[in-house]
C-alpha cells in the first residue's frame, strides 16, 4: 500500500527538494507552501506521515502536529528545525513528534527518518489486519447461525461484550459454549489481555487448585519450583472456566473468595496476590437444581449469574443446520486441500434431519470426516456416517412408522451404504470400510450378516 507524505515547508525550493528526495515508488508526495495549506491538505486527503517546518509565518509546526494528531494519531510527524530551535523540537517530540531534523537539512539522514516511519506504518497496518481477521474468527462473525435463538444470543453478547460483568453461559456439551466466551471476550474492553481457558472437570481438586491458584516451591511433593496459575496467567484479560459445575466444594469456596476479593494465595504460601481478571464460567448441568441438591454453593451462584447466556441444542435451532453445513464445509476442504463444490440435497436433508445429540462438535466432526473421506467433489448420502443416515427425526423418515405405513428400517439402509460404498471403491473392502467410516472387521461382520460376502 502507498504511504502518503506530506511536506509542508513556506521555503517552495527546499519543500520540492525534500520531495524529491524522499520520493520513491511506493511513496507519494504532496508539497504545501504554507502550515495553512498543509492543515487543508490534512482535512481533505489521508496523510500518513508529515515532514513539517517548526518555524513559519501563518501556522506553524505545533498548530500542524497539534491538527494532525488530532485528526487521525496514526499520522506521524517529522519535525524541520534550525539550530539555534533545539529546544522547541524537543517540546515538539513531547507533544506527539516522531523524529526531528536540524537545517540544513542532510537529505540522506531525513530519507532515512522517512523510511522508518513508512515501515513503523506497515507494521502498523499489518497489526490492524491481523486484529480484523482475528475478530472475523473469533468474534461475532464467527458465530454462525440466524435462528430466532442465536440473533437473541447474539444481541445480550453485544450488550455483555461493552462490559466486564461475570458471564455464565449454560447449554449441552457441544453447543458451542467456548465459542460464545471467546466472542465475549475479543469484544470486550479486554481483548488485548490473555484469554485463559481451563476445563474444571478434567482435573481432580488438588491439581486443579494449582491449575487455578498456583503454588509454592515445596508445596506438595513433585512442586521444585513456585508456579503462577491461570488466575496469574490472565491477568488483565478473561479466565474462562469451563464445566464450572463440576468444581469440588474446597475449590468453590475459593473461587467464591478469589471473586469478592480478586485476589488468590499460592497453593502452599501465605502472601495474597492481587488479580484484575474477568470470569465467563460456562457449565452443561442446572446449577439451580445443583443448589438445591447441595453440591453447589448457593453464594457461588449468585457470584457467577450477573449475566446468563443460555446455547440451544442444536435440535432446538435446525434452521441453523444448513448454515453450519456449508461453513465446516468451506472450512474443511480449506484444511484439508480438498476440492469440495457443495453437498447433495439428498445428504443435506439426512444431515438435516439427524438429532445431533453431540450438537455443533458432532456435525463438525461429522462434515469433517466427510470431506477428508470422499473422492467426490460433491459431498452425497454415501459420505454421511452410517448412524446418521440410519436416523430421521421427522415423520416418514427411516425407521419409522408414518401415515402411509413403514418405509425402509435402518438394517436396509446400512446394506444399501455397504453396497453402494462396495460399488464405489471396486469392491475393494479395505477402501470401502474407510468410506463408511467403520474398521474393517467391523465391514467383515456386517458383510456376513447381510449376505455380502
Not at 497539534?66 to 530551535?85: L, P
Not at 507494521?123 to 435462528?147: H, M, P, Q, T
Not at 459420505?383 to 425402509?408: L, M, N
Request: charged share 30%.
Amino acid at each position: 500500500m502507498e504511504s502518503h507524505v506530506l511536506i509542508i515547508d513556506d521555503n517552495e525550493a527546499h519543500a520540492e527538494t525534500v520531495a524529491e528526495a524522499i520520493g520513491k515508488p511506493g511513496v507519494r508526495c504532496t508539497v504545501a507552501t504554507s502550515g495553512r495549506r498543509g492543515l487543508e491538505i490534512l482535512r481533505e486527503d489521508p496523510v500518513d506521515i508529515v515532514v513539517t517546518d517548526l518555524v513559519m509565518p501563518d501556522v506553524d509546526g505545533f498548530k500542524v502536529l497539534a491538527n494532525a494528531k488530532a485528526a487521525d494519531d496514526s499520522v506521524e510527524v517529522i519535525v524541520v528545525t534550525g539550530h539555534a530551535s533545539i529546544e522547541s523540537a524537543v517540546e515538539a517530540m513531547k507533544r506527539g513528534a516522531a523524529e526531528f531534523v536540524t537545517k540544513p537539512v542532510n537529505l540522506e539522514e531525513l530519507r532515512t527518518k522517512v523510511a522508518k516511519q513508512v515501515e513503523k506504518q506497515r507494521l502498523k497496518r499489518e497489526n490492524r489486519e491481523l486484529r480484523d481477521a482475528l475478530d472475523k474468527r473469533y468474534g461475532f462473525e464467527g458465530i454462525v447461525g440466524r435462528s430466532t435463538a442465536m440473533e437473541t444470543i447474539l444481541d445480550q453478547l453485544r450488550q455483555v461484550s461493552r462490559t466486564v460483568a461475570t458471564l455464565l453461559v449454560v447449554g449441552e456439551s457441544g453447543t458451542g459454549k467456548e465459542l460464545i466466551a471467546r466472542a465475549a471476550h475479543n469484544n470486550s474492553p479486554r481483548r488485548g489481555g490473555p484469554f485463559v481457558a481451563i476445563n474444571c472437570a478434567a482435573l481432580n481438586e488438588g491439581v486443579l487448585e494449582s491449575e487455578l491458584f498456583g503454588h509454592e516451591k515445596g508445596a506438595f511433593t513433585g512442586a521444585i519450583s513456585r508456579r503462577k496459575g491461570l488466575f496469574e496467567t490472565a491477568d488483565g484479560g478473561t479466565l474462562f472456566l469451563d464445566e464450572v459445575g463440576d468444581l469440588p466444594a474446597p475449590t468453590q469456596v475459593k473461587l467464591l473468595r478469589v471473586i469478592e476479593y480478586r485476589e488468590i494465595t499460592r497453593v502452599g504460601g501465605n502472601e495474597p496476590i492481587k488479580v484484575d481478571v474477568r470470569i465467563v464460567a460456562a457449565t452443561h448441568r442446572d446449577l439451580r437444581e445443583e443448589v438445591k441438591e447441595g453440591r453447589f454453593r448457593q453464594d457461588l451462584f449468585f457470584r457467577l449469574n450477573v449475566v446468563t447466556i443460555r446455547v440451544p441444542p442444536l435440535r432446538e435451532r435446525r434452521e441453523d443446520i444448513p448454515l453450519l453445513i456449508d461453513s465446516f464445509v468451506r472450512e474443511f476442504s480449506m484444511l484439508h486441500g480438498k476440492e469440495i463444490e457443495g453437498v447433495t440435497p439428498e445428504a443435506r436433508d439426512l444431515l438435516a434431519s439427524y438429532s445431533w445429540p453431540g450438537n455443533v462438535r458432532e456435525l463438525r466432526n461429522c462434515l469433517e470426516s466427510m470431506v477428508v473421506i470422499t473422492r467426490r467433489k460433491t459431498l452425497d448420502v454415501i459420505d454421511v456416517p452410517t448412524h446418521v443416515a440410519g436416523e430421521r427425526s421427522g415423520p416418514g423418515a427411516p425407521g419409522t412408522i408414518a401415515a402411509k405405513g413403514p418405509v425402509a428400517p435402518l438394517r436396509d439402509l446400512e446394506k444399501a451404504s455397504i453396497e453402494a460404498a462396495l460399488a464405489e471403491t471396486g469392491g475393494n473392502r479395505h477402501r470401502a470400510a474407510h468410506l463408511l467410516g467403520i474398521g474393517e472387521r467391523t465391514l467383515y461382520r456386517k458383510l456376513k450378516r447381510y449376505g455380502l460376502g
